[in-house]
């Protein structure tokens, strides 16, 4: 079993795993490619989930999705903020995002 502290030491891991695109978190839909593709809730499943939280810093509280989509062919990470400091989303965002979070 591998040990990872950190966000760049799970990113590192993942990208390894083909996990090379950067999602960025939109209200209903995740974004790549410079905006130019967009994925929606029922296109996208979350592999993975890592959580980091802040030691002294509630502002530290992250969380790393794997997500893939078979429908675009594509695997990719999304670094969220969680807690306090997460987006507001539409429901069947959180869902999408929350379905394979233990």
């Keep these: 079993m591998i ?16 996990y090379t695109t950067d999602f ?4 209903n839909c995740l974004e790549c490619h ?3 593709l967009q994925i929606f ?6 592999d993975k989930t890592y959580r980091f939280e802040g030691m002294t810093d509630p502002g530290d509280e992250a969380i790393i999705y794997a997500v893939s989509s ?3 062919n594509i695997k990719g990470t999304l670094v969220n903020g969680y807690g306090t400091s997460s987006s507001a989303l539409t429901h069947e965002m959180v869902e999408a995002l929350n379905k394979k979070t233990l």
């Design 3 to 18: 040990q990872m502290t950190t966000l760049t030491e799970v990113l590192d891991h993942l990208q390894r795993e083909g």
């Design 34 to 36: 410079g905006n130019l």
């Design 24 to 27: 960025n978190l939109k209200e």
């Design 41 to 46: 809730p029922n296109e996208f499943s979350v």
């Design 70 to 72: 078979s429908k675009h």
